[in-house]
């Protein structure tokens, strides 16, 4: 475990379960590169240390000791002009010789024996073999050591190289479009790194056959047209087991596929399975004309490249799945909009054929009234007075829903002017302190002197104003209704505050909701249908302002309304931006 990858969003419900798989895929892929760059350092470190070591030894004139000549013991002849190759090499009995082991760290590696000079002595011809064995023996240690280091380097300089060829597919997979692309950038990389003539990826079909396609740098992915059983095939085990498998030699192989490898002159392969979201769908194969061609080290690079490969093709799966799902939703949205649309057109089409019919009943109940027909008795005058009262409470439902149908259809505009607030307060006190006159309520009015004029509609701001004050007097049963105007800024300010029956935290978050009421008996037994503070909310938002409430439950309720003084835009275009 190298880390922990955390996603996080500041909208609630983003993040679900579906978002799990991508996420474990793209950690995947975040390890894969941090470990790759990881020993990607370390090994140009290692590089660095073999090539100055390399540097302070020297091999000259010592790799023929390193040679095996045909399992036989080396033996050199140095004659003071070229050192030469003894057929056999003396033996420790040879009269007329001085010789002298040659060991490293303890152990034997060979025998130094020189002949013997007349001019020197036993003793003085043996110090001298000593001191040349033991000079030699370092030699000889310096040369392995110098041989070793330059394996280790050669090692490292492959090894980087493979790991530079693993990050670049990671970044070429990840831009991929396509699974031909996909499969197009995995095989032109692995050619790069293992030695093979034919790369191919085998997909297991719905029906549980395999099916051969030839991956080509100029060709991309090619039908062959062959299927092969899942059974009896070297691919088949390779997806049914999940494991690597090297076949060395094709034309030695049992399995079906191995035989076809062969006929086509491939003779060695190496197959990876292809595992997407923990299931195998197929099998990378790289096959070589070569036997033999393929080592363990190949199979570690034919893994890294398979999972890479894998990442990639079920990147692309969920990223189909995401714009099915997308495409769906627009579909869904789209249907939605279309409902929405004609569900409006329904109601606006529906409150205007019963606004008809209604505005008649009202007029013939006035007529009944001023008497023109007649005169009426007592009863009947009670029974007309119900049918109007009836009338126009209908009638004002009527009205609410038209406008909350124009307002979502986008066809209810404002029709903006310079308002005196003055004339706009004096006006909608004169016609609520009659609706007053049989409650214990007072209609107190507070405007702040020298208002500036307002650029708004004045029917649909009275419409919000007369709203607001007949919710509070239809929650106030006795006490007082303040209706406030004042500048703040750059917007004026309307309050209309009573002292009735309040509104709990929880009916403050959904009163401005459509169809919705304050859940209680009072409310309940107020007439309405909770379109008032919807319609409300829409007409303030279309002149650019905005709408709060602060209520106590059983001590009243005060809501601010803000318009700007500047004019703003005439809101059809607004309010379809907001739906």
């Known amino acids: 475990m190298l ?9 609630s419900g983003v993040l679900t379960e579906s978002s799990i798989p991508a996420f474990q895929v793209l950690a995947g892929q975040l390890a894969i590169a941090i470990e790759n760059a990881t020993l990607f350092a370390e090994i140009k470190q290692a590089r660095a240390e073999v090539e100055a070591q390399a540097r302070r030894l020297t091999r000259e004139g010592w790799t023929a000791y390193l040679e095996p000549r045909e399992g036989r013991a080396l033996g050199f002849s140095y004659d003071l002009k070229e050192v030469s190759l003894l057929p056999e090499p003396p033996g420790p009995d040879e009269q007329g010789r001085v010789a002298h082991p040659l060991t490293l760290r303890g152990v034997q590696i060979g025998e130094l024996s020189v002949a013997r000079l007349r001019s020197q002595g036993d003793d003085e011809a043996l110090a001298l073999v000593t001191t040349v064995a033991n000079q030699l023996s370092a030699h000889i240690e310096n040369l392995r050591l110098a041989e070793r280091t330059e394996r280790a380097l050669a090692e490292s300089e492959e090894q ?9 597919i990671s970044e070429q997979l990840s831009r991929a479009l396509t699974e031909d692309e996909i499969y197009q950038v995995a095989a032109n990389k692995i050619e790069q790194m293992l030695p093979t ?22 060709q991309g992915l090619t039908p062959l047209g062959m299927h092969l059983p899942l059974e009896e095939t070297t691919v088949g085990q390779v997806i049914q087991e999940r494991r690597l498998i090297i076949t060395p030699d094709t034309r030695a192989s049992a399995q079906v596929d191995g035989h076809g490898m062969a006929t086509q002159g491939l003779l060695s392969t190496m197959s990876a399975p292809l595992i997407v979201g923990g299931r195998a769908i197929g ?5 070589s004309r070569v036997p033999e061609a393929y080592t363990v080290r190949d199979a570690e690079i034919m893994i890294q490249g398979t999972s890479l490969l894998a990442s990639a093709l079920e990147n692309r799966r969920l990223f189909q799945q995401v714009e099915t799902a997308l495409t769906e939703a627009h579909r869904t949205a789209e249907r939605l909009r279309e409902l929405d649309r004609l569900k409006s057109a329904f109601l606006a089409n529906m409150s205007h054929e019963l606004r008809t019919p209604l505005n008649s009943i009202i007029g013939y109940t006035e007529v009944l009234l001023m008497g023109i ?5 007592p009863e009947t005058v009670e029974d007309v007075e119900a049918i109007r009262t009836s009338s126009y409470h209908l009638l004002g439902l009527i009205n609410d829903i038209l406008d909350l149908a124009k307002i979502e259809a986008g066809y209810l505009a404002l029709i903006q002017e310079n308002i005196s607030i003055k004339t706009l307060m004096d006006t909608i006190r004169a016609n609520y302190d009659g609706l007053l006159r049989n409650k214990p309520v007072s209609l107190i009015v507070e405007m702040a002197v020298d208002l500036p004029h307002l650029w708004a509609d004045s029917l649909r701001l ?35 505050e009573d002292s009735g029956i309040g509104m709990s935290e929880q009916d403050l978050g959904t009163i401005f909701e459509e169809f919705h009421q304050v859940d209680s008996s009072h409310a309940r037994r107020a007439q309405g249908t909770g379109l008032g503070l919807a319609i409300t909310r829409h007409l303030v938002e279309m002149h650019g302002g905005t709408i709060n409430v602060r209520s106590t439950l059983g001590k009243g309720s005060t809501f601010t309304v803000r318009i700007p003084l500047t004019p703003g835009r005439v809101t059809s275009e607004l309010l379809q931006e907001g739906n």
């Open 462 to 496: 009275s419409q919000v104003l007369t709203n607001l004050l007949s919710n509070a007097v239809k929650f106030t049963d006795q006490g007082t209704i303040w209706l406030r105007a004042y500048q703040e800024e750059t917007m004026l300010v309307f309050e209309v």
């Open 3 to 11: 880390g922990i990858l955390t996603l996080q969003s500041i909208q």
């Open 373 to 377: 027909s007649g005169p009426l008795n």
């Open 197 to 218: 003539d034919r790369t191919s990826v085998i997909l297991l079909t719905d029906s549980g056959e395999l099916e051969l396609f030839a991956l080509h740098s100029e």
């Open 283 to 287: 099998a990378l194969n790289v096959a």
């Open 160 to 168: 980087a190289y493979r790991l530079a060829v693993l990050n670049e």
